[in-house]
């Protein structure tokens, strides 16, 4: 199946895993309609199918069932249309986020998100993790952004939700639901998405200190004082530092705040920032003008991501930022009980927590001990209504302790959704919630 | 559909006296109309075209006692559906003959309010505007401020998604909604999202959120708060032609301002309110005003409002004014937000169209607009957010005059189909109910509804939760088969 896009070596497909599995067969289809055929054709055979953009998430949820096809949409990348005057963009799913934000700077806009991804991740796979990165504090996530889909089904319909308006309430809000359901319902190949001005100015500063309460309290009185930073993180000086992390101070934690937007607005929110933080700052805050696309923050944005090692572990806790402190102290507990060392970011202002357990150099093989700790820490959370997501992590753990942790009526209506819109589970089967 | 005697009558003795029996010992006596005075009032919702008694309502007090009274009417194959204040303009909350109201203003009750995480736990009965004024100390506000907002309930802006002025920059209810309390279509009861705003696996909350009442009823509600911004400024600029009025919106927001809020009022909308108790001292000698307002810190708006102003005047307006004071910005907002009931004093009734288009196309859609009302010979004015392109074209009418309404009638469909050829959508934020339904088929195929219809079955699977809206039901009986002509 010849189609355009980037092409994809044979060998380069052929050592595509997914937790281990090895791909039945691939398909790169290079329009919808040969899509939805190769869907309906699969489902009559109960064949399975993994759709995947720029394979930059393959190991996001658990551990597939089986893998007959994979599925590339590398055939489909265009951008369909671009009409900066309405803030509109329509591309197919297979086209980059670099991609998207090159056509869009032409016209002093972008689309307001900044995950994780490298130049081969895919709008449609980014869409499937429901994706974004520090500034989701002003700008949300990727679903937020979208105004329509359309989504080939796992029988094979070609259907749509949305539309190309700003506000749209005809039908369900599909566009916001489809958002981080990982391909599990269907396939999208072409989105409507809604632009942003790029912002005239931005500016970030640091705050180093060893003690944890005050950054927090400081991160919290700048959303307090109602001010609107773009991105707010915590998390250890050498995390944040890119040239010479080991020269920071083990001990050494910092908050990084960006503010964007007119000049004149991002000014005065700096001063307000120095102001407020001054007797706590111990030194002085370093601000920094920044430009598009800065590397600090693309930084922060990899946290977790930038060793492909198939044995790191990387836990995204959803939890009020308030339980922070304490659930640092349960991490540093196991670390010190296990001999497991460990790093961290938080998000301020978001409620998210990232805690990154690298792999060990001389990594065991046993994953247990972490296991049950992850369970009590899950029960301990679910108490506050809190969640702990396994965003990465080995197949050997992922089979101990299953990653999204929904249960209940919520986890039942999901799989009853799946019955009602994948009846033969042929899409990513055994990946998402509740391992199906 | 009829409010006569006789289907009142009919619809009063429809309920079997045990059913009655027995939902009068869930939420109480007191709490179960069946007079056909009283049902009434709720046979219909602001769309008064629309009409039919229910069978009974019931003001359930909790989640228990909704879903006690939903199982009750399950077993008894009673359809039912919630409604909030009837403020409604798509006949959501319009009962289908025999149907039981599930009326929810006695769950009117703020249980919580946290500044420190911006959040706010309420019954779905609470007022709109009574949830902003009870987080004023704090600083804070539920941010979806719909034109209705001083009648219209949180569950009820849930339901539609509602939108409003301010949405422009902060966006719909969707936008607002961290978590769900509600009983499903079946009977159960689900919690459903995170007050911590990422609930792991699929987001039910976004599926719930504008469902119209066809998955459940929102019990409780998890909502987000919004910092009150620390400056606001308010230009009332006026054009003598409405093209300029049009190209100005489009290029304040191309050029990266986003206002808080963007409206547009017509020279007949003018009229209206000008005429009315709420008149706002908008200039009457011109063909459209927009209302911008831009918010934000002191520091830099003055500049953003200088470039607002050199956008407009590059657009030859008449007028510009800026409110000078809290009072006159008050004054030009209850001028825009009443200029509904401002309508009632030139007819009985008014349909109030809602569609939206791609931005720039406002100015075509508009002329467009005043084309059909004259093909139709009606008066129509347009009071709208232009700044998300979601026009309001209200068309005023008498319905005891027969052929007038069925001019109205048909000049909104035509609205709508010259929406749609411009590449926008039936419903911007009024929603579809029953009044759009027969729209439906005109954006989406059956086999997107088909979608539709199999998610509604997993939370309603009877289909006795608010039958007959928001989604058309298939045209041949039999169940349909996906891909069957897929290409
Ligand atoms: C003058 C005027 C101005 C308006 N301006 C705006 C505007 O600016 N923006 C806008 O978006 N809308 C506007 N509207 C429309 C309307 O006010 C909104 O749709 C509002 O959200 C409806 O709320 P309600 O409480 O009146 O709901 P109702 O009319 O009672 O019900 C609406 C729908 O919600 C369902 N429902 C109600 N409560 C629940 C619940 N607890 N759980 C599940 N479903 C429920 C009902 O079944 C029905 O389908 C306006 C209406 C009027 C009359």
């Keep these: 199946m010849s189609a355009p896009g980037t092409p994809q070596t044979q060998e380069a497909l052929s050592a595509v895993r997914i937790d281990g599995r090895t791909i039945g067969s691939w398909r790169q289809p290079a329009g919808e309609a040969e899509l939805a055929a190769l869907l309906a054709e ?12 720029g394979r930059s998430h393959l190991d996001w949820g658990n551990p597939p069932r089986s893998s007959d096809i994979g599925l590339s949409l590398a055939g489909m990348d265009q951008v369909v249309s671009c009409r900066p005057d309405d ?70 319909a070609r259907t749509k ?14 566009s916001k639901f489809y958002a981080g359901s990982l391909g599990w319902l269907g396939v999208f190949t072409e989105f409507h998405l809604k632009t942003a001005p790029l912002a005239e100015y931005a500016c970030s500063g640091r705050i180093r200190q060893s003690d944890f309460s005050a950054l927090q309290r400081i991160g919290q009185q700048i959303l307090d004082r109602g001010l609107a930073p773009r991105s707010q993180v915590i998390a250890p000086g050498r995390v944040l530092e890119a040239t010479d992390p080991a020269g920071v101070p083990e001990e050494a934690l910092e908050l990084a705040v960006q503010f964007a937007g ?16 001054g007797p706590l700052a111990g030194e002085a805050i370093r601000w920094v003008e920044e430009s598009a696309g800065d590397p600090f923050w693309q930084r922060i944005s990899r946290f977790g991501f930038d060793s492909r090692s198939p044995d790191d572990v990387l836990l995204k806790v959803i939890a009020p930022f308030s339980l922070t402190a304490d659930l640092l102290r349960e991490c540093r507990a196991f670390s010190e009980r296990s001999g497991r060392p460990f790093t961290w970011l938080c998000y301020a202002g978001c409620n998210l927590l990232w805690v990154l357990f690298p792999r060990r150099a001389a990594e065991d093989g046993s994953w247990a001990e972490l296991a049950s700790w992850l369970e009590t820490l899950r029960r301990r959370l679910r108490t506050r209504r809190a969640e702990l997501i396994l965003a990465r992590a080995p197949r050997e753990l992922k089979e101990l302790f299953e990653v999204w942790g929904v249960e209940g009526r919520p986890l039942e209506l999901m799989l009853q959704i799946k ?9 990513n089967p055994g990946r998402y919630v509740g391992r199906q | 559909m009829s409010t006569d005697k006789e289907t009142r009558k009919k619809s009063a003795s429809e309920l079997p006296p045990a059913v009655l029996g027995e939902l009068r010992k869930i939420v109480g006596a ?9 049902l009434l009032v709720y046979s219909c919702d602001a769309i008064t075209y629309h009409q039919q008694s229910p069978a009974a309502v019931v003001f359930p007090a909790d989640t228990s006692q909704t879903a006690a009274a939903v199982r009750l009417l399950l077993e008894n194959d009673i359809p039912f559906l919630p409604r909030g204040s009837g403020t409604g303009l798509s006949g959501g909350a319009l009962p289908l003959p025999g149907s039981v109201v599930l009326q929810t203003s006695h769950m009117n009750r703020i249980l919580s309010a946290d500044p420190e995480n911006r959040m706010a736990e309420v019954q779905p009965g609470v007022i709109n505007s009574f949830l902003t004024k009870a987080l004023e100390p704090m600083k804070l506000h539920f941010a979806p401020d719909p034109s209705s907002q001083v009648a219209a309930v949180l569950g009820g802006n849930i339901a539609e998604n509602a939108g409003g002025p301010h949405c422009l920059k902060y966006g719909v209810t969707g936008n607002h909604v961290l978590g769900l309390e509600v009983v499903l279509g079946d009977g159960t009861v689900a919690g459903l999202g995170s007050p911590w705003g990422d609930a792991a696996g699929l987001d039910l909350v976004g599926l719930f959120v504008g469902s119209e009442g066809t998955l459940g009823i929102c019990t409780q509600a998890t909502l987000k708060l919004t910092p009150l911004p620390q400056a606001v400024q308010t230009l009332l600029i006026g054009f003598p032609r409405l093209e300029e009025a049009g190209r100005t919106v489009s290029q304040i927001i191309a050029g990266g301002i986003i206002p808080a809020a963007l409206e547009m009022i017509d020279h007949n909308g003018i009229e209206a309110v000008e005429q009315s108790v709420y008149a706002a001292g908008y200039p009457r000698d011109v063909a459209a005003v927009l209302l911008v307002e ?37 004054r030009l907002w209850a001028g825009r937000k009443r200029s509904y009931g401002a309508q009632g004093q030139l007819a009985p009734d008014c349909l109030v169209q809602d569609v939206t288009v791609p931005r720039s196309l406002l100015p075509e859609m508009l002329e467009e607009v005043y084309r059909i009302a004259e093909e139709y010979d009606l008066h129509i004015s347009n009071c709208f957010h232009a700044g998300d392109g979601n026009l309001h074209p209200h068309l005023l009418f008498d319905r005891r005059d027969k052929a007038l309404t069925n001019r109205v009638l048909e000049a909104a469909g035509q609205i ?37 219809r199999r998610l509604r079955s997993v939370f309603n699977p009877r289909n006795l939760c608010n039958p007959g809206k928001l989604i058309p039901e298939p045209e041949k009986c039999e169940s349909r088969q996906f891909g069957a002509d897929a290409a």
Excluded at chain 2, 420 to 445: C, Q
Aim: glycine share 10%.
């Design chain 2, 294 to 330: 831009i918010d934000g810190f002191q520091a830099g708006l003055e500049e953003q409002a200088q470039r607002i102003r050199a956008i407009a005047e590059a657009n030859h307006p008449s007028v510009i004014r800026m409110a000078r004071n809290e009072e006159e910005r008050a």
């Design chain 1, 419 to 427: 019955k009602q819109l994948d009846p033969k589970s042929i899409l």
């Design chain 1, 262 to 277: 007119h000049p004149e607005s991002v000014a005065w929110q700096c001063r307000q920032v120095s102001e407020l933080a």
């Design chain 1, 87 to 156: 803030m509109l963009l329509t591309v197919q799913a297979g086209c980059t986020l670099h991609r998207i934000q090159e056509e869009l700077a032409a016209h002093r806009q972008f689309l307001p998100v900044d995950p994780e991804a490298g130049p081969e991740s895919t709008i449609g796979g980014l869409v499937a993790v429901n994706a974004y990165g520090p500034m989701r504090l002003q700008h949300g996530r990727l679903r937020d952004h979208i105004l329509g889909i359309r989504v080939v089904t796992a029988e094979g």
């Design chain 2, 416 to 452: 709508v189909k010259a929406c749609l050829a411009r590449g926008g959508t039936i419903s911007g934020e009024h929603g579809i109910g029953v009044d759009k339904l027969p729209y439906m088929r005109l954006v989406f195929s059956e086999e997107d509804l088909e979608v539709m």
């Design chain 1, 161 to 174: 939700c949305g539309g190309q308006v700003v506000k749209n309430v005809s039908g369900y809000d599909l």
């Design chain 2, 30 to 38: 007191e709490n179960v109309l069946t007079d056909p005075v009283d």
């Design chain 1, 42 to 53: 699969a489902n009559g055979r109960g064949q399975s199918v993994i759709p995947m953009g």
